[in-house]
Each structure stands twice: as structure tokens, then as C-alpha cells.
């Protein structure tokens, strides 16, 4: 059994790592941390787990928590975990982030997109970014694994397999993403509120997001050159879920049925992303509550474009349930252990 922890235990992301780790046959949930909420019984905070965690959330004490752990989950908020990441790596503990501390590799891009001083470069070396479908051979080895980012995970995976494949021209990239207000956090804030919210869509932070260089970062790794891509974030009345909607350029004449095989291909030994037949587009529905991302291909013959549509649930895929699905991939488990949910519907 392996004994894990959670820091940052107020949040969504927590609550979501408590509702899977609780059926996980090889995990055992043994502290959950929170700065803000030490001494509170976890289902104070969330009443509906008052049956699943009975763990008073306790402050961070990084010598006697290494102790008794195997792994520890971040669940901060950027720039708090890499002031603490470095002391459970020197007592060889694995720390699987869900923040954006270490997923960029230069300091210098790390301090223009979230303005904040970068974790020292080794530490920024040393972080395997853990998009689980694409990088599970550097995971198993890893100590330091930086989660994904939400939006990057359903963008990453609908765009990696025609990238890869040099099909579409990387600067003609356009990703136009929504998200349910969860991914927002649990903090009150007003333009979440419900009558700010409530029948109304908002794009924001263009041109300025910080998983906008992230999702560069992953794409460059397969083309030769820098890229620069568009990427406008939406928030929409909903609760929970991803859409992102991806268009490029292609590079040659092809069909959607020849696309759709290559996507086929490229996951069939990828249990949780699903292809989906030509003619069905996903919806966030059909993937809430699970660690499955839904992928559609259309091409546009037309115009010669391109459009990939990927969904995921922000809280699993896009946090949570990746983080558990790594964690499998470290220890040598199977990926789907403890994440063989079906999607909640309707």
C-alpha cells in the first residue's frame, strides 16, 4: 500500500483527489494539508464526504509528513509549491504537482507569463511534465511530475497526433476553449457570481493566459521551430467541464476518414481518450465525472482546414484524475486503477 498526501486540501481539486483515492485499491489517503483550514475536520469543508474522509486537514509540517508518506499531491494555487517541493524530494518522497510551478522549462518564460520568480532551473530540469497518454515512459521514472494544465490537457490531446505527423502549419493554430466555473476555484469572486454568471459567456485574459506558452512548450517538442499560437479562453454557466475547439491549417490534401485512423492509431493503447466515429461530436456531458477525454475530427475540404474538438471534465482529467492516473504510472500500476468511473449523465 502506498501512503499519500495531499497539500492544499480546501480546494476542488483536493475534494476530487479524496472522492477517487477513496476506492484506489493501492493508495491510502493518510493527511491531507490545508494552511487556511488546519484543525476543520475535511467534511466540514465538504459535508458530502463525511463518510469518505474523516481527516482533520493539519498545517504543513514537511519532516514529520515525510515520514509517513509515499507520495504527496499538490493541490495550491501557482507559486506555492515550489517552496516546498524541493524539501520532500531530498527525503526521495514523489510529488506529483497540479499547480503550474514546474510545468514551463525556462525561468525567464515562467516569470513573464505568471509574474512571479521561477523554482530553481534544476528543480525546472527535473520536472517530467505529466501529460500521462504522451510521456508515461518519462513519468515512470520520474520523482517530480508536473499535471498538466486543464486546458492544455484537452488542447495537447487533440493536437499532438496531426503535430506529430507534420499535418497541419504550427503557426496557423487558433484554440478557442470553455470552461464551467469550477475551474475558477472555490474562492469567492465576483465575476463567478451567479448573477454575473447566470445566462452569460465571458472570454477572458486574451492573449495573456499562462497555459497559452505550455501548450507551446508541449506542441514544440514535434516541429522544428518556435510556434506561436491563438488561444482565447471562455468561461460558461456551467459547473464543470472543458471544450476546447481546435483549427489549423493543413498541410496537404486529406480526408477526414484518413485523419480519423490516424487518431485511432495513435490511442488505441490509451484507454481513456476516446476517438470518436465521424458525424459524433462530443459534448462536456458525455465525459463528466470521468477521466475521459472525447475527441472529434472534421475536415474541412473546402478551406482545407482542420477542426479537432476535445472534451474533458476540468476537475479529472484536466486535474484530479491525471494526477491519480500518474501516480498508476509511477508505481507500475495500471493506468486505469481507480479511475474506471463511467461519466455521470445526464
Given at each position: 500500500?502506498?501512503?499519500?498526501?495531499?497539500?492544499?486540501?480546501?480546494?476542488?481539486?483536493?475534494?476530487?483527489?479524496?472522492?477517487?483515492?477513496?476506492?484506489?485499491?493501492?493508495?491510502?489517503?493518510?493527511?491531507?494539508?490545508?494552511h487556511?483550514?488546519?484543525?476543520?475536520?475535511?467534511?466540514?469543508?465538504?459535508?458530502?464526504?463525511?463518510?469518505?474522509?474523516?481527516?482533520?486537514?493539519?498545517?504543513?509540517?514537511?519532516?514529520?509528513?515525510?515520514?509517513?508518506?509515499?507520495?504527496?499531491?499538490?493541490?495550491?494555487?501557482?507559486?506555492?509549491?515550489?517552496?516546498?517541493?524541493?524539501?520532500f524530494l531530498?527525503?526521495?518522497?514523489?510529488?506529483?504537482?497540479?499547480?503550474?510551478?514546474?510545468?514551463?522549462?525556462?525561468?525567464?518564460v515562467?516569470?513573464?507569463?505568471?509574474?512571479?520568480?521561477?523554482?530553481a532551473?534544476e528543480?525546472?530540469?527535473q520536472?517530467?511534465?505529466?501529460?500521462s497518454?504522451?510521456?508515461?515512459?518519462?513519468v515512470?521514472?520520474?520523482?517530480?511530475?508536473a499535471?498538466?494544465?486543464?486546458?492544455?490537457?484537452?488542447?495537447?490531446l487533440?493536437?499532438?497526433?496531426?503535430t506529430?505527423?507534420?499535418?497541419?502549419?504550427?503557426?496557423?493554430?487558433?484554440?478557442?476553449?470553455?470552461t464551467?466555473?469550477?475551474?475558477?476555484?472555490?474562492?469567492?469572486?465576483?465575476?463567478?457570481?451567479?448573477?454575473?454568471?447566470?445566462?452569460?459567456?465571458?472570454?477572458?485574459?486574451?492573449?495573456?493566459?499562462?497555459?497559452?506558452?505550455?501548450?507551446?512548450?508541449?506542441?514544440?517538442e514535434?516541429?522544428?521551430?518556435?510556434?506561436?499560437?491563438?488561444?482565447t479562453?471562455?468561461?460558461?454557466?456551467?459547473?464543470?467541464?472543458?471544450?476546447?475547439?481546435?483549427?489549423?491549417?493543413?498541410?496537404?490534401?486529406?480526408?477526414?476518414?484518413?485523419?480519423?485512423?490516424?487518431?485511432?492509431?495513435?490511442?488505441?493503447?490509451?484507454?481513456?481518450v476516446?476517438?470518436?466515429?465521424?458525424?459524433e461530436?462530443?459534448?462536456?456531458?458525455?465525459?463528466?465525472?470521468?477521466?475521459?477525454?472525447?475527441?472529434?475530427?472534421?475536415?474541412?475540404?473546402?478551406?482545407?482546414?482542420?477542426?479537432?474538438?476535445?472534451?474533458?471534465?476540468?476537475?479529472v482529467?484536466?486535474?484530479?484524475?491525471?494526477?491519480?492516473?500518474?501516480?498508476n504510472?509511477s508505481?507500475?500500476?495500471d493506468?486505469?486503477?481507480?479511475?474506471?468511473?463511467?461519466?455521470?449523465?445526464?
Open positions: 500500500m502506498t501512503n499519500v498526501a495531499i497539500i492544499g486540501g480546501s480546494g476542488y481539486g483536493a475534494a476530487e483527489l479524496v472522492r477517487l483515492l477513496h476506492i484506489h485499491p493501492y493508495a491510502k489517503l493518510t493527511a491531507i494539508i490545508s487556511s483550514k488546519q484543525g476543520t475536520d475535511f467534511s466540514t469543508v465538504y459535508p458530502h464526504m463525511n463518510q469518505i474522509a474523516d481527516q482533520t486537514m493539519e498545517q504543513l509540517d514537511v519532516k514529520k509528513l515525510s515520514e509517513t508518506i509515499d507520495l504527496v499531491f499538490f493541490a495550491t494555487p501557482s507559486n506555492v509549491s515550489k517552496t516546498i517541493i524541493p524539501d531530498a527525503s526521495g518522497i514523489t510529488c506529483i504537482d497540479l499547480s503550474g510551478d514546474f510545468r514551463l522549462h525556462s525561468p525567464a515562467y516569470q513573464q507569463w505568471y509574474q512571479a520568480e521561477a523554482a532551473e528543480y525546472l530540469h520536472a517530467v511534465y505529466g501529460l497518454e504522451i510521456n508515461a515512459a518519462s515512470r521514472s520520474a520523482k517530480l511530475i499535471n498538466p494544465g486543464c486546458y492544455p490537457t484537452a488542447a495537447l487533440g493536437l499532438i497526433p496531426v506529430e505527423k507534420e499535418l497541419i502549419e504550427p503557426n496557423s493554430i487558433i484554440i478557442d476553449g470553455k464551467g466555473v469550477s475551474g475558477a476555484g472555490r474562492s469567492l469572486s465576483q465575476h463567478v457570481h451567479f448573477a454575473e454568471m447566470n445566462e452569460n459567456v465571458k472570454a477572458y485574459k486574451l492573449g495573456s493566459h499562462k497555459h497559452i506558452p505550455e501548450i507551446e512548450q508541449a506542441l514544440q514535434y516541429i522544428a521551430a518556435d510556434i506561436q499560437l491563438t488561444f479562453p471562455h468561461i460558461v454557466p456551467m459547473t464543470r467541464g472543458i471544450m476546447v475547439t481546435c483549427y489549423a491549417k493543413l498541410t496537404e490534401n486529406i480526408t477526414t476518414a484518413q485523419i480519423e485512423t490516424i487518431y485511432h492509431t495513435f490511442y488505441q493503447q490509451h484507454p481513456f476516446r476517438v470518436r466515429a465521424d458525424g461530436v462530443p459534448t462536456t456531458k458525455e465525459v463528466y465525472g470521468s477521466n475521459y477525454c472525447d475527441i472529434a475530427i472534421h475536415v474541412d475540404e473546402r478551406t482545407n482546414r482542420l477542426t479537432i474538438i476535445s472534451v474533458i471534465d476540468n476537475l482529467k484536466g486535474a484530479a484524475g491525471q494526477a491519480i492516473q500518474n501516480m504510472i508505481n507500475g500500476w493506468q486505469t486503477t481507480g479511475l474506471q468511473h463511467a461519466p455521470i449523465y445526464p
